[in-house]
Structures are given as structure tokens and as C-alpha cells.
């Protein structure tokens, strides 16, 4: 199911056939650690092709969506596709807890795309309305019932994943490679907006930022998300994680690198980038 319509362009059966093979593609490829040289298949158009794709990836990768990664759609590419967000699926097994000083291993795909983002990860309440689709940024707010700061790996076999454009990162389930946990913000609703971050790799910062780095807020990711998902016919559940988003942005990494990412006044993320295997 998409949000809206597939354009005409092609006969329905074929854009099918055509999205089925390259979802195919792309998860086969997860599945083996295998990067991907090139799109495989024709460079969707619009995000109502995107999410046919990523909705049929969805179907067939053997796990269960947990969560979903909101990421930013660069202002040049916002006319042609009509949004500012994009959503891509995070699945139980690529989603790992940071306790304390653990350094946590973020799989890189050889060949592929891998990328370190210092995120705040809100969890929802409580099962969403399926059939309310418009939300306010205080409605949104009101669904999370918990906010926790995190990691994301971006990660995709296909290397150009975020060079192709924004509707080619939402149909590989929004470059998502997995998700760490790290503690909850406490008393999130009256500080999460100053809390400050900062990313290192290899001991050297590479970003500052915070939760208004978005365009508007960590909570502005979660409003668009609970809309997007109903109109999708996923309607955000209770546990639900939502990784809201870089706020000191996209930096990419390969196997030995190493990152921390700092929420300063709460803990610092080390992760190390290895290899990724085959599952």
C-alpha cells in the first residue's frame, strides 16, 4: 500500500513486476552482505513508487518492523516530490541496546553505504488512531510517552544511495542499517529542544547540534510520521521506536572506524563500524 497513487507511467502490472524485482533485489542483497553496484531496476520517480517498493521489501524481509528512521529530504529535491521527510522501516534484529560504555559494532555492507547519525529516538504510547491521517505537533507530542538518545546506521548495499535522490533512499527502507539504544532523556518534554550533541569519528568532531537542527524539531518527525504511516495503512503502534533524525548530520564510515556520539549533560555512544555478515 502507498500513500498515494502510483503515476501512469507503464501498465500497473508492469510497475509491479518491476517493483517486486528490485525489493527482491535489495533484500537478497541485505540478507547476503552484499552491495548492490547500481540501482537494480528503473530509478523510481515519485515517492508513491518508493513506498511500492519499500512496502513489497517489507513483505518479504524475514523480521518484524519495530520502528521507523525519519530522515530529511534535501529543500532542492522538495518541489518535485511534494514532502520534507522521508520514512524508512527498522526491523527487530537490526535494533541493539547501548548500555553504559559498550562499544556497540555497526555492520558496514562492503561495497555499500554506511553512515553514523546521532538521533533522539522517541517511543509511542499507544496504538494510533488508524483513521486519523491529519496530526498537530501537539497531538504528536502528546503520543510519545518516552524519548531516549541514540544512533542511527544509515545503511544500504547500494553506495550512491543518497546521491540518486531522496526517492531512491525511501525505496531501500530509507537507508536504514539498524538502531542503537542508548538511555532515556529524562523530563524530555521540558529539555529536549537544549540538549546539545556532538558526533566524533576517529577523534574527530565532524558535527554539532541539536534537536532544532530539524526543521521543526524531533517532534516535527514524529507528526509527520504518524501521518505518513496511516495514510499508508500502518498506523503507528504502541513501543513503536521513531528515530527522529541527524541532528549533527550524515557522516559516513567504513569497517575500523570509530564514533561516539555525545548528548551532553547524558552519555556518551561508542559504536565500532565492522564488516556486516550474511544473515
Not at 250 to 271: M, Q, S, T, Y
Request: a negative charge.
Amino acid at each position: 500500500m502507498s500513500a498515494t497513487s502510483v503515476p501512469d507511467s507503464g501498465s500497473a502490472a508492469s510497475l509491479s513486476a518491476d517493483h517486486a524485482d528490485i525489493a527482491r533485489q535489495f533484500v537478497e542483497a541485505r540478507l547476503a552482505a552484499r552491495c548492490t553496484p547500481d540501482y537494480p531496476g528503473a530509478i523510481p520517480q515519485s515517492m508513491a513508487e518508493s513506498y511500492a517498493i519499500q512496502d513489497i521489501a517489507i513483505g518479504l524481509f524475514p523480521d518484524e518492523v519495530v520502528g521507523w528512521k525519519v530522515g530529511g529530504v534535501p529543500p532542492a529535491q522538495q518541489p518535485k516530490l511534494g514532502i520534507h521527510r522521508l520514512a524508512g522501516a527498522i526491523f527487530a534484529r537490526n535494533v541493539w541496546a547501548a548500555p553504559g560504555d559498550t562499544v556497540v559494532p555497526l555492520p558496514e555492507i562492503k561495497g555499500g553505504f554506511a553512515a553514523v547519525e546521532s538521533e533522539f529516538i522517541a517511543r509511542i504510547g499507544a496504538d494510533a488512531d488508524p483513521a486519523k491521517t491529519d496530526w498537530t505537533i501537539e497531538e504528536a507530542t502528546a503520543a510519545v510517552d518516552k524519548v531516549f538518545i541514540g544512533v542511527e546506521l544509515a545503511g544500504s548495499p547500494l553506495s550512491a544511495i543518497n546521491e540518486l535522490g531522496s526517492a531512491v533512499v525511501a525505496s531501500d527502507f530509507g537507508n536504514n542499517g539498524g538502531l542503537m539504544i542508548g538511555p532515556e532523556v529524562e523530563n524530555w518534554r521540558e529539555r529536549l529542544d537544549g540538549i546539545e550533541v556532538e558526533t566524533v569519528i576517529n577523534g574527530a568532531s565532524v558535527g554539532t547540534g541539536g534537536s532544532l537542527s530539524l526543521a521543526g524539531g524531533a517532534m516535527e518527525s514524529v507528526r509527520f510520521l504518524l501521518e505518513h504511516c496511516a495514510r499508508w495503512g500502518r498506523p503507528l503502534k504502541a513501543g513503536t521506536l521513531v528515530s527522529t533524525g541527524a541532528v549533527t548530520g550524515v557522516h559516513r564510515v567504513h569497517a575500523g572506524d570509530e564514533a561516539v556520539c555525545i548528548f551532553k549533560g547524558i552519555a556518551e555512544l561508542h559504536c565500532s563500524v565492522v564488516r556486516a555478515e550474511p544473515k
